[in-house]
Antibody, heavy 127, light 111 residues
Framework: QVQLVESGGGVVQPGRSLRLSCAAS????????MHWVRQAPGKGLEWVAV????????YYADSVKGRFTISRDNSKNTLYLQMNSLRAEDTAVYYC????????????????????WGQGTLVTVSS | QSALTQPRSVSGSPGQSVTISCTGA?????????VSWYQQHPGKAPKLMIY???KRPSGVPDRFSGSKSGNTASLTISGLQAEDEADYYC???????????FGTGTEVTVL
């Protein structure tokens, strides 16, 4: 069965960096796009970033553009989120989620939803 | 771009039906048939309940149904059960710049 396990969260000071990881299993990781979605304490969900199945395309929410970088290592079945210049408003539970483009026959298609989610990792930005 | 608008809370007795609305704009909900719905129990990860406006993933009870009219999407839970008590979020694709917008979330209470 599909499993997504996030790690790397913790407490970090404003302006510092943190890298999150998401280990995937139970599906062909290299064939599927992946997302990061976050949820501030007591608040709603916010889409953060998406990466294509082969890593060639990456898109970001305006709130993190220029500060966060999404990447993947298909040889390790792992998704990453490099977070720089962290702010208090980045405090949230960060979820990785499967979705976006996927290999289909000789090309690719896109799923505009998030069909599997990890359990999340908490990032707290505080001095 | 602002979050999609959902009612803060809805409630119903076991066996009743409840409907949650999700209002956006022509640039998101109204412009694409890519609305999805997620159920989230306290302290848990969201779970996909409906995708592409009205399609149900395998394993999701047929008590859950989705629809859309203009800029408003809706999730209906028929035959409400105690385990349906949770927060529900809609999400819409919003084009190649904004990408995805979530709703404000609705708390469903089973009386």
């Amino acid at each position: 069965q599909v499993q997504l396990v996030e790690s790397g969260g913790g407490v970090v000071q404003p302006g510092r960096s943190l890298r999150l990881s998401c280990a995937a299993s139970g599906f062909t990781f290299s064939s599927y796009g992946m997302h990061w979605v976050r949820q501030a304490p007591g608040k709603g969900l916010e889409w953060v970033a998406v990466i294509s199945y082969d890593g060639s395309n990456k898109y970001y929410a305006d709130s993190v553009k220029g500060r966060f970088t999404i990447s993947r290592d298909n040889s390790k079945n792992t998704l990453y989120l490099q977070m720089n210049s962290l702010r208090a408003e980045d405090t949230a539970v960060y979820y990785c989620a499967k979705g976006g483009d996927f290999l289909y026959g000789s090309g690719s298609r896109t799923r505009y939803y998030f069909d599997y989610w990890g359990q999340g990792t908490l990032v707290t930005v505080s001095s | 771009q602002s979050a999609l608008t959902q009612p803060r809370s809805v409630s119903g007795s076991p066996g009743q039906s409840v409907t949650i609305s999700c209002t956006g704009a022509s640039s998101d909900v109204g412009g694409y048939n890519y609305v999805s719905w997620y159920q989230q129990h306290p302290g848990k990860a969201p779970k996909l309940m409906i995708y592409d406006v009205s399609k149900r993933p395998s394993g999701v009870p047929d008590r859950f149904s989705g629809s859309k009219s203009g800029n408003t999407a809706s999730l209906t839970i028929s035959g409400l059960q105690a385990e349906d008590e949770a927060d529900y979020y809609c999400c819409s694709y919003a084009g190649s710049y904004t990408h995805y917008i979530f709703g404000t979330g609705t708390e469903v209470t089973v009386l």
